[in-house]
């Protein structure tokens, strides 16, 4: 019989596990405060015997090394890894006895990082469960930049290698137990659910069903900003981290607050957004207690300022302590409990700021005021209102002077950020509104979007509509299909100051290409010109999988004067800026009918 106790750590987005049979227990990847561990341990009844590290962390502070001492059980970590205290190092093939029938083997799955190693749980001789640590993950992989620039490329190979050692390794009924996965950063996306195996993985996994080439190529693409206070966690994590301290701090009253505020310091309030917006002392951040509270508050402070908390109650106090320690803010110069009205000098008032939702922007109207993004990149590469401005929460304080003059309605995702963003913005004297809605809502409440669907599009670009459907990708590309009624102008001739088509003049625009990415290049230069234009999410990939008509490629027909080897007898030529053919504008059959060879013959083109 054997056991598997999983760990959370949702504030950071990881799980740590414990393991064990009758009588002992094994720890993978424990989390810093280690006293939550021993009590997990106690409810078993088991005796910690081994400490298990799948790699030097770059997300969080490791608890391993104090739980090992506190407990007397060994402390594994792989050989590869250049730490500076005493550990047992482990080798790929290493195996680790826990108790009778129960033992760890250790498995070499480098590529999150170099060294590192995940660890099969084997009951009988027989494999129940692999500890992947930031290796295979649900879905997808641990990102490969965190340890070297240069080892980048090298290592997302190596994850993918990896993922399919495990594969091919372990028994489909094998339970995968990732560390990473379920929010952290660490990861290269997010999980999609909570459990699996090997064989769950093997089917879904995108290191297990693409090629290596077009993996590494959109792992490498996919990958967002890495949180600046990483750059710190990988270094204390091989130095050793030190015993925690999670005593109350020493309490501030109003005079210290305001004077740490004058000081530079950082005072954080950790109050719920919606109490923060009723009333706040001047100058204060808010970052609520029970959200990412770690992630973000250690990505944007500076690394090492003082930080002063203020809560709504001690319970909430020790709960931000116990999260600030797993990311090294170990601890707060001060601390004070209670209202605002507690925490602001006498005759001093709290300031506030209003709260909204995307129905409030619409009928205000989104051009009447600055609408500020602060989700990533990545987010924003989804869809976004039109004309917003976009800084990145965690590039905010170094950009206010780049937020035009009135009020600024901040938004994100889901509100929590947009809450932070206001707060910064509120402490720099700006008059600003906390949009606390989730980002759905934008284009439901009539906001104009910049990326539409397919669908969405085919309704704007019939035959009576406004708007032209504007094929950007390159001449090989168009000439295999594309939608009846399209306009071709490739984004190099764009990007070499191209004009746009005849039929696209004095006309919204819609950009399309190949799966969206270039059609959103395509659409930031055309609105640097003045055109009205928005592009589709998805490309004609989306296009095709929406069942919508694509002509050309197989279709035959003659050629067009001008046209491209390999074009279609759909489209005519227009001039581009240099007078020289390449830009067309397909004509659609009578009924709109796809090429013969229906979606399923495009989408294999068109990919």
């Not at 999983?6 to 987005?13: N, R, S």
């Not at 993922?163 to 952290?184: I, Y």
């Not at 168009?478 to 990007?495: D, F, I, N, T, Y």
């Amino acid at each position: 019989m054997y056991f598997v106790d999983t760990i959370e750590v949702p504030g950071l987005g990881n799980r740590g596990y414990l393991a064990g049979g009758a009588g002992s227990a094994v720890v993978v990847d424990p989390p810093r405060d280690v006293d939550r561990v021993i009590g997990a341990a106690a409810g078993r009844g088991v005796r910690i015997t081994q400490v298990v590290e799948t790699h030097v962390h770059n997300d969080y502070v490791t608890g391993g090394l104090e739980l090992a001492r506190i407990t007397g059980a060994a402390y594994l970590v792989p050989a590869g890894a250049r730490v500076a205290f005493d550990r047992t190092p482990v080798a790929d093939g290493d195996v680790a006895e826990i108790e009778d029938g129960l033992a760890l083997r250790a498995l070499a799955t480098p590529g999150h990082t170099p060294h590192h190693m995940a660890y099969v749980l084997e009951a009988a001789g027989r494999a129940v469960a692999v500890f992947t640590g930031g290796s295979l993950l649900i879905g997808t992989v641990g990102r490969p930049d965190l340890v070297e620039p240069a080892l980048t490329g090298r290592l997302a190979r190596a994850q993918y290698d990896s993922a399919h050692r495990l594969a091919a390794e372990l028994p489909d009924g094998t339970a995968v137990l990732p560390t990473h996965g379920f929010g952290s950063f660490c990861s290269a996306a997010q999980a999609a659910g909570g459990a699996t195996t090997i064989g769950r993985e093997r089917g879904s996994n995108e290191a297990l069903v693409k090629d290596v080439d077009t993996f590494v190529a959109e792992l490498l693409a996919g990958l967002d900003d890495v949180p600046a206070y990483y750059a710190h966690m990988g270094p204390l994590n091989a130095r050793g981290p030190l015993p925690v301290d999670l005593t109350p701090p020493r309490p501030a009253d109003a005079e210290e607050i305001a004077a740490r505020l004058a000081a530079g310091e950082w005072v954080v309030d950790l109050r719920d957004r919606r109490a923060f917006a009723e009333g706040h002392v001047a100058g204060a951040f808010n970052f609520e207690a029970e959200g990412q509270l770690a992630t973000y508050l250690a990505w944007l402070v500076p690394w090492g300022r003082p930080v002063t908390l203020l809560a709504a109650s001690p319970a909430q106090l020790a709960h931000a302590q116990r999260e600030l320690v797993r990311v090294g803010i170990d601890r707060p110069a001060a601390a004070a409990t209670g209202s605002p009205a507690e925490w602001v000098r006498d005759g001093e008032s709290p300031r506030s700021f209003p709260r909204g939702t995307f129905a409030e922007l619409a009928a205000r109207g989104s051009d009447a005021v600055v609408v500020l993004d602060v989700r990533r990149d990545s987010e924003r590469s989804g869809g976004h209102i039109r004309g917003s401005l976009h800084i990145p929460l965690h590039r905010l304080r170094d950009r206010v002077s780049e937020i035009p003059d009135g009020t600024v309605w901040v938004h994100c995702a889901g509100g929590m950020r947009a809450a932070m963003g206001a707060s910064i913005l509120d402490a720099a004297g700006r008059d600003v509104v906390a949009v606390d809605d989730g980002f759905a809502s934008a284009a439901a409440a009539g906001l104009p979007m910049a990326r539409i669907t397919a669908e969405e599009a085919h309704e704007r670009t019939g035959a009576e509509a406004e708007a032209v459907l504007l094929d950007v990708r390159e001449h090989a590309e168009w000439a295999a299909g594309h939608a009846p009624g399209a306009v071709h102008a490739p984004l190099s001739e764009l990007a070499c100051g191209g004009r746009l088509p005849r039929a696209a003049e004095d006309r919204p625009v819609i950009t399309i290409c190949r799966s969206g990415k270039r059609s959103r290049e395509a659409a930031g230069l055309l609105a640097a010109r003045g055109v009205d234009v928005v592009d589709v999410l998805g490309g004609m990939r989306a296009w095709v999988e929406a069942g919508l008509g694509v002509v050309g490629g197989s279709s035959g027909g003659r050629s067009a004067p001008g046209s491209p080897p390999g074009g279609n007898g759909d489209s005519d030529t227009v001039s581009g800026a240099d007078g020289s053919p390449g830009m067309s504008r397909a004509h659609s059959s009578a009924n709109g009918s796809s090429a013969p060879g229906g979606p399923s013959d495009a989408a294999a083109r068109l990919a």
